[in-house]
T-cell receptor, first 115, second 114 residues
Framework: AQTVTQSQPEMSVQEAETVTLSCTYD???????LFWYKQPPSRQMILVIR??????QNATENRFSVNFQKAAKSFSLKISDSQLGDAAMYFC????????????FGKGTKLTVNP | DAGVTQSPTHLIKTRGQQVTLRCSPI?????VSWYQQVLGQGPQFIFQ???????GRGNFPDRFSARQFPNYSSELNVNALLLGDSALYLC?????????????FGSGTQLSVL
């Protein structure tokens, strides 16, 4: 079974600075997807970024980028120019290639953005 | 277009009761998944339905059941409620199944079991 580990329960960053959230995962599969979701106090899970394992190029969405290290099974999220609205819980998630839509989530990292 | 909508937003039940949670996917989405999020944890997969058929089931007891209707909306039923069923229940939808479509989530139903 796949597992996802987020080793940082809490992180903080100053507004306009850069922060990196860590995620490692365990799988025996060669093809899969990795995601970062953001959950603000409104509770809705918002997709931040997606990475297909077969792609060597790291995904980027505006101020959000990932560092995907397949061999090391590492998938970190970098937030540049942090904004107050980035404050939320961030969850790393894994999904197998094909099959069901089952996402395996980590326990999350609470990000605080200080003005 | 409206996002994934869930009802009710909050619910209070007592142990032993039964509860039904409802989810309407984004227009055009045919796949619906259900997740349970206990306080302080990441969401856990319960079920996925695509074209009214079950496509995946997580490690939950038989007290949990679900179905999908012809309009692709879905219901999650939980029987014989336990205190441990208190959680945020999230619904997510996607266009298809198993082809890497993005899962988009609703705001959830907060269930409290007393």
């Amino acid at each position: 079974a796949q597992t996802v580990t987020q080793s940082q329960p809490e992180m903080s960053v100053q507004e306009a600075e850069t922060v990196t959230l860590s995620c490692t995962y365990d799988t025996s599969e060669s093809d899969y997807y990795l995601f970062w979701y953001k959950q603000p106090p409104s509770r809705q899970m918002i997709l931040v970024i997606r990475q297909e394992a077969y792609k060597q190029q790291n995904a980027t969405e505006n101020r959000f980028s990932v560092n995907f290290q397949k061999a090391a099974k590492s998938f970190s999220l970098k937030i540049s120019d942090s904004q107050l609205g980035d404050a939320a819980m961030y969850f790393c998630a894994y999904r197998s290639w094909g099959g069901s839509e089952k996402l395996v989530f980590g326990k999350g990292t609470k990000l605080t953005v200080n003005p | 277009d409206a996002g994934v909508t869930q009802s009710p937003t909050h619910l209070i039940k007592t142990r032993g009761q039964q509860v039904t949670l409802r989810c309407s996917p984004i227009s055009g989405h045919k796949s619906v998944s259900w997740y349970q999020q206990v306080l302080g944890q990441g969401p856990q997969f319960i079920f996925q339905y695509y074209e009214k058929e079950e496509r995946g089931r997580g490690n939950f007891p038989d007290r949990f059941s679900a179905r999908q209707f012809p309009n692709y909306s879905s219901e999650l039923n939980v029987n014989a409620l336990l205190l441990g069923d208190s959680a945020l229940y999230l619904c997510a939808s996607s266009l298809a199944s198993g082809v890497g479509e993005k899962l988009l989530f609703g705001s959830g139903t907060q269930l409290s079991v007393l």
